[in-house]
């Protein structure tokens, strides 16, 4: 593949949120506080890390955000849609995910933010409603409806470039079917009412036919549609999914890949999370808990490839599940049971009990997701960035490819993908120069 030409960061930048309830108001308050110096952009890997380039025998080190082109946080606008029109701020009250002294600091910045009339459809979330949603005969007509309030927001706030961040609820359930197969089909279902057809696709659809990035960060499907994925391969926009990676899941990619590079066996992993938000109210509709319990369980049969090592994880029990208790609101408590074995078999116990705040660990993600899909587009990159795998659950790969799960390998896959874009050497951490052996021998392997 050719090295990029990657174009300046220029302008203002619009990330645009379905859905603005506790994750994406926190990723507003939060991107506010930072600019104005009352906090820091904890947990951003655009805002604070950093990336080693060349050999550690160069002692070159730069921060993500100084070594390629990212907006400035100055620069980033906010938008969305949603069923109920308080805006961002009342929302972020409403949330409780915020103390009231870090909301008052960003309250009139917040309070500009109101939200566009959504489309909503409660066959897919079933125990939420609201008053602000948008009418038309088809969901052709609906699709068109989000792509005229996508320009219009792009001229109102003088945007150079647009991103959108599914943060809406999770949808019910829903398998590929014909309708999904090729764009003439699902278009065709839009004009039919297809009840195939969610509300979440539209939004996708949408945005892939403005050109602007689209990252799914809820388990349901959108974006990962044949149609879609092929749709934005052909019109050159850059597509991420599915489901931030935040309390138990990263944890499990955590863990998980540590045991089996130890060859420990795994007999039973317990998960069991209480929630008292939004979120946690709509996962107690059994199809929008499938939704994401598919996507909860498939980590740990990515990573352990029990098929490879059927004495170690061929019998493994893998249970997942999620218990709406509203006194806990926002701060998700994730208990997780790992029974293990070792050597001759023997067992032996690891406990987590991870006491989250889930937007808090979920809005840093917001904010690197829409900035590294900018940077693909202004990259050149278009279709599925598989790179971003680092930040999801269920990461969006090439029909044919196995997802890669284990966090640190999916780390090194985002920080090799920002060498190749800013022409630097790739890193594999092969070391073998550094102990005599053959730079040239050594470079056609890696070094």
Known sequence: MKTPNVLPASGRLGILTPGMGAVSTTFMAGVISARKGFTKPIG??????????????????????????????????????????????EAAANAKVLEKEHLEQVKDELSKVVPMSAVFDPAFVKNISGPNVKKGKTKFDLAQQLREDIRGFKKTNNCERLVMVWCGSTEAHLVAGAEHQTIEAFEKALMDNSPNIAPS??????????????????????????????????????????????????????????????????????????????????????????????????????VLEPERYPDLYGDLHHLVKINYYKPRGDNKEGWDNIDIFGWMGYPMQIK??????????????????AQFMDLAARSGFSGIQEWLSFYLKSPLVKPGLRPE??????????????????????????????????????SRIGN
């Open 44 to 89: 951003s890997l655009t805002e604070m890390g950093y990336i080693r380039l060349g050999k550690r025998t160069e002692n070159r080190q730069s921060l993500i955000r100084e070594f390629l082109p990212f907006t400035r946080l100055e620069d980033i606008v906010f938008g969305g849609w949603d069923i109920y029109s308080d805006n961002a701020y």
């Open 405 to 442: 799960h284990d966090l640190q390998v999916q780390l090194l896959k985002l920080q090799n993908t920002l060498r190749f874009i800013g022409k630097e050497e790739l890193i594999n951490h092969l070391g073998l120069t550094y102990y005599g052996h053959d730079e040239g021998e050594a």
């Open 352 to 369: 987590i009990n991870f006491l989250c705040r889930d937007s808090i660990l979920a809005a840093p993600l917001v904010l690197d997701l």
């Open 201 to 302: 696709m539209l939004y996708t659809y949408a945005a892939i036919m403005e050109g602007v990035p689209y990252v799914n960060g809820a388990p349901n499907l959108s974006v990962e549609l044949p149609c879609l994925m092929k749709l934005a391969e052909d019109r050159g926009v850059p597509i991420a999914g599915s489901d931030f990676k935040t309390g138990q899941t990263l944890m499990k990619t955590i863990v998980a890949p540590g045991l089996k590079a130890r060859l420990l066996g795994i007999a039973g992993w317990y998960s069991t999370n209480i929630l008292g938000n939004r979120d946690g109210e709509v996962l107690q509709d059994p199809e929008s808990f499938k939704s994401k319990e598919v996507s909860k369980l498939s980590v740990l049969d990515t």
